[in-house]
């Protein structure tokens, strides 16, 4: 059983869109958005197990460094 969920905005056309492609293929919306990420290349994210975050900007561009 899939015990993850996702969740997104998109515009109305968008999902009405999606929703007739899903029924165009005989298949759910969950099936083609599994199907869409099943073709993502693998890639290595390294020995964390989790994809790294951006580096913060704060420290760089803080107000207090600049003369």
Do not use: C, F, H
């Amino acid at each position: 059983m899939k015990d993850s969920r996702l969740s997104l905005r998109m515009s109305s056309r968008r999902l009405n869109k999606l929703r007739l492609y899903a029924a165009s293929k005989d298949k759910t919306i969950t099936q083609i958005v599994e199907d869409w990420v099943d073709r993502l290349p693998n890639t290595e994210i390294g020995n964390q197990g989790t994809v790294p975050s951006p580096p913060s900007s704060n420290a760089e561009n803080s107000s207090e460094d600049v003369p």
